[in-house]
């Protein structure tokens, strides 16, 4: 699953990997600092609202922001 955040450093995305980390334990991730939209991937997880909703609550509570990115699917 892909998500567009507003994460700009190394910090950021070991704040959200933290988060993720805790509702996820088995999860693998990456982000795309570089990228325009700072892509955050997480991998391992069915594309899925409910997990979508549950990926961006994590990147939330690490205090940013986070939207699924659903290659031509619906979002909620």
Known sequence: MD???NAKESGDVDAIA???QEKF?????DIEL??????LHVHGLPEDN????QVESAIKEAGFEGSWLTRGLENK
Not at 25 to 29: F, V
Not at 34 to 39: A, D, L
Request: net charge positive.
């Open 3 to 5: 998500f567009k955040t």
């Open 34 to 39: 570089e990228n325009t939209y700072k892509v």
């Open 50 to 53: 409910l997990h979508a909703a």
């Open 18 to 20: 933290k988060k993720l």
């Open 25 to 29: 334990p088995d999860n693998k991730l």
